[in-house]
């Protein structure tokens, strides 16, 4: 079976543009979460969504996005990219909410100039 | 609230043993334990829940102290592939829907 994956796997922009990183989990799976993580840190909650909802959410600003299509697959929207967004964009899967592991994808590192 | 771990970074030859920690401020419900090589994705390990016992696959094993707030990751007779990131990330209640706060992470070397 396929894991967790991401597109595109590596992303170029500039400061004030917008960014759509997706994700498709493992089959089956209904819960897909996202993180940040900037190099030499741990993964940082971004958005949790369940069922095609948003059922929890990091300490990000609004410019962050998400959502979940029919088919449990995501996209994060980053609007108005700073510097300071630049990081790896980690998915992740579980097939059902709460204390679950997480199946991370191998992530969509994304670099702001 | 972010989970602290301990150490920060550790060296260990081949067979020798480890013990990584983490704790956190606030009562926890569930810690989990990844391991995150350079340049790929984390690694699930293991999950220990409220009122759970000890796990361990291989020569990996954790326990979760739920009244201290505190889990230890134990590695022994170590391996060469077990170095990279150790990462532990905790749920504070049943339904906090994944919302996994990760510590920092403790880097470990193993070196033949």
């Known amino acids: 079976d396929a894991g967790v994956t991401q597109s595109p796997t590596h992303l170029i922009k500039t400061r004030g543009q917008h960014v759509t990183l997706r994700c498709s989990p493992i089959?089956?799976?209904?819960?897909v979460s996202w993180y940040q993580q900037v190099l030499g840190q741990g993964p940082q909650f971004i958005f949790q969504?369940?069922?095609?909802?948003?059922?929890g959410r990091g300490n990000f600003p609004d410019r962050f996005s998400a959502r979940q299509f029919p088919n449990y697959s995501s996209e994060l929207n980053v609007n108005a990219l700073l510097l300071g967004d630049s990081a790896l964009y980690l998915c992740?899967?579980?097939?059902?909410?709460?204390?679950?592991?997480?199946?991370f994808g191998d992530g969509t590192r994304l670099s702001i100039l | 609230q972010q989970p602290v771990q301990s150490p920060q970074a550790v060296i260990l030859r081949e067979g020798e043993d480890a013990v990584i920690n983490c704790s956190s401020s606030?009562?926890?419900?569930?810690v989990h334990w990844y391991r995150q090589k350079h340049g790929e994705a984390p690694v699930f390990l293991m999950i220990?829940?409220?009122?759970?016992e000890q796990k361990g696959h291989d020569k990996i094993s954790a326990s979760f102290n739920e009244k201290k707030q505190q889990s230890s990751l134990y590695l022994t007779a170590s391996q060469l592939s077990y170095s990279g990131t150790y990462f532990c990330?905790?749920?504070?209640?049943?339904?906090?829907?994944?919302?996994?706060?990760f510590g920092p992470g403790t880097s470990l070397s193993v070196i033949p």
């Open positions: 992740a899967s579980s097939a059902i909410v709460g204390n679950q592991p997480q199946h």
């Open positions: 089959s089956g799976h209904k819960s």
């Open positions: 969504y369940y069922e095609k909802e948003e059922r």
């Open positions: 606030k009562a926890l419900y569930s």
């Open positions: 220990l829940l409220k009122g759970g």
């Open positions: 990330g905790t749920e504070i209640d049943k339904t906090s829907y994944d919302k996994v706060i």
